[in-house]
């Protein structure tokens, strides 16, 4: 069996340019956690989570250390989130993220989720992504 045969061939995908504003609603439309990030040829570039989304709203360790009013006033973080919310999907992907070609054999979309704790690879013909495989996927064809 090959990753062809248990992908899901439906598969949506944010642009590197994509706001972060626009991602945040994709993660609420498509029910997902993680999307794949394309460039304008179609060529898969890397992935972005929810948890990058809330990263980069929060700031950084430096930050909070050179202003207290972070830790002492939670408008200062509001702030911050709006000030971001225009930045785009390129400032926060993954870059070179996991994927496979579509004639990758099963056990080595096992090995991948097990090894780099992984729950979407992305399957790519030609570096175009064609589906995805989730370890939910995965789950239900070993124990269906």
Avoid: W
Avoid at 8 to 27: K, M
Avoid at 37 to 43: E, F, M, R, S, T
């Amino acid at each position: 069996m090959r990753a062809k045969d248990v992908m899901r061939a439906e598969v949506q995908c944010v642009s590197e340019t994509t706001t972060l504003r626009e991602l945040s609603r994709a993660f609420r439309r498509y029910g997902v956690t993680t999307i794949p990030v394309i460039n304008d040829q179609g060529d898969l570039v890397g992935v972005v989570n929810e948890a990058a989304l809330l990263s980069a709203m929060l700031p950084s360790y430096a930050e909070l250390s050179d202003n207290t009013y972070y830790m002492l006033d939670f408008e200062y973080l509001e702030d911050r989130a709006q000030e971001v919310e225009d930045s785009s999907v390129r400032d926060i992907m993954i870059r070179g993220a996991i994927s496979v070609d579509e004639n990758a054999p099963l056990m080595r979309l096992i090995s991948l989720f097990l090894l780099k704790s992984s729950s979407h690879i992305p399957v790519v013909h030609d570096n175009k992504i064609v589906g995805v495989v989730t370890r939910a996927d995965i789950c239900e064809l070993m124990f269906d």
